[in-house]
């Protein structure tokens, strides 16, 4: 019972927050991106600063700052870029092309194709 | 006031010629659809008095005996109700009535009322256009000025009164002509350009906004109209000026009685980490001559800053003229400045009448059930 009111008031809260109505690409997003074998968690922090989309992958001690993050509003396409590590501690280049869909929705999201070094796999991302 | 200083006026204010037609908190298009009417008969169930909307439940037989659909029709506020003769009491529970309207987009059963055809043959109609126009003020008075001779911008002592009914429907740049309904829905959408200086991203959320029917506009889920849509929200807008303790409130009314305070003390503006982004911002004037001259900044993202969704980003600054040029006329001239959404600053405004009644009580959250059935085209 404590369960289903502790969840109750959880996804209340969540129906209720503002959304972020500025730069739809601003602020924490969570996913993952995966191949057919692998699932890699991800984090995006992303600020619009006029003229630029500033931000980082996976804050933290293992943060890869993005070096491109653009938005096409066009057909609300994205494209980022930037360059980490792999698990082995290898220099890597990641690549990722994605669509924005349910941009009017505080929860608006990110799906596409993700490139780290030679592995292909896709990613979707969530804003918090 | 001559002919020609009007017309200039209207000119320089940018002509945003807005229907003047039934709207409510949101954009009604975007919950129900006007090309599928509806005609419901029924039994009232229940009858809910109260804001953002009046409704009332009616169930109607199906086929079957036994088969009863409730339905859920939405009517105007009861601050609208009342101006077109209803009363709180106009239906009551057991009663068997007739429906007009139009039907939800989401497929649920729910209707925009038009029409009521009472049990006894009356007949109910939402507000007509003529039923919201401004009042017409009753004599010319000279602009009334506070005791430093500064126009006063609220009522005079012993009096009650509001602005409201605001000659354009969202903001746009000066010069702009462009047609608008009542929520700043573009009757034309290749008309975006002439709205404001957008940058690519900005210009790509306001057509996103407007060929979605602004459903996901924040104030259908009751936040605070920051910014120039304080002075074009329905149902006015208050001013409370404090002479004595060198500030002045802008007390909204259809912004659920939201104020915004505004420091007239000299003070200068904060910067950087020293504001809090908020809905209202920070606001500190001075008068130049008869124009009080507000400057704000410290705006957050989460809401729309005027009617129509046009963007902003917390890098806004508004530069904000009001002036009284006589009694029942308050022209209001905003310049936007946000490097974050737009390519170059810009300017707007609309006037707007006084209404010699007090702000009328509004709360959106009262009863609140657009949101989830806001789903545009």
């Known amino acids: ?128 | 006031m001559t002919l020609a200083f009007w017309r200039v006026l209207g000119l320089g204010l940018g002509v945003c010629v807005a229907a003047i037609e039934l709207h409510a908190h949101h954009e009604l298009s975007s919950e129900y659809d006007e090309k599928k009417p509806v005609t419901l008969k029924g039994v009232v169930s229940n009858v809910e008095w109260s804001d953002p909307h009046v409704y009332v439940f009616v169930d109607v037989p199906g086929p079957a005996a036994d088969n009863v659909t409730t339905w859920e029709v939405e009517f105007a506020s009861p601050i609208d109700l009342k101006k077109a003769g209803w009363t709180r009491d106009f239906a009551q529970v057991g009663e068997t009535i007739t429906a007009e309207g139009s039907e939800a987009r989401d497929g649920s059963k729910r209707a925009a009322g038009k029409v009521l055809i009472l049990a006894g043959g009356k007949k109910l109609q939402e507000p007509a256009d003529a039923q919201l126009v401004p009042p017409r003020a009753r004599e010319r008075k000279p602009t009334p000025r506070l005791p430093d001779g500064h126009p006063r911008l609220g009522p005079v002592p012993g009096e009650t009164g509001y602005w409201s009914y605001p000659t354009a429907s969202t903001l746009v740049e000066n010069s702009a002509n462009i047609k608008t309904d009542s929520e700043g829905l573009l009757k034309n959408l290749s008309d975006a350009d002439k709205v404001a200086p957008f940058q690519p991203w900005a210009k790509g959320l306001y057509l996103y906004r407007q060929r979605t029917l602004l459903k996901d506009d924040p104030m259908a889920s009751c936040l605070p109209p920051g910014g120039p849509r304080q002075f074009q929200t329905r149902y006015g807008f208050g001013v409370l000026e404090q002479p004595e303790r060198q500030r002045i409130f802008f007390m909204s009314a259809g912004g659920n009685r939201n104020w915004r305070l505004v420091y007239l003390d000299g003070r200068k503006l904060p910067s950087g980490d020293d504001v809090t982004p908020t809905y209202f911002g920070y606001s500190v004037g001075q008068w130049e001559g008869d124009t009080l001259v507000l400057h704000t900044t410290g705006f957050n993202e989460r809401f729309w800053f005027t009617n129509g969704g046009l963007p902003h980003t917390e890098k806004l600054t508004l530069t904000e003229r009001f002036s009284r040029p006589d009694f029942n006329t308050l022209k209001y001239e905003v310049t936007v400045d946000d490097p974050g959404a737009y390519t170059r600053t810009w300017s707007g405004g609309w006037t707007l009448q006084w209404v010699a009644e007090e702000l009328p009580e509004y709360f959106c959250q009262d009863n609140d059930q657009d949101p989830r059935h806001m789903v545009g085209k």
């Open chain 1, 1 to 128: 019972m404590k369960i289903a009111l502790f969840l109750a008031c959880v996804l209340g809260c969540a129906a209720a927050l503002p959304a972020q109505e500025g730069h739809p690409l601003t602020g924490s997003w969570h996913g993952e991106w995966h191949t057919a074998s692998e699932k890699h968690p991800l984090l995006f922090y992303m600020k619009w600063n006029s003229p630029n989309v500033e931000g980082t992958i996976n804050p933290g001690p293992h943060a890869m700052p993005l070096k491109v993050a653009t938005l096409d509003a066009t057909n609300w396409t994205v494209h980022f870029e930037a360059d980490g590590k792999d698990q082995a501690g290898n220099p890597v280049h990641i690549v990722a092309d994605g669509k924005l869909e349910n941009i009017g929705s505080y929860n608006r999201t990110i799906t596409g194709t993700w490139t780290e070094g030679a592995i292909k796999g896709d990613f979707k991302l969530t804003r918090d």
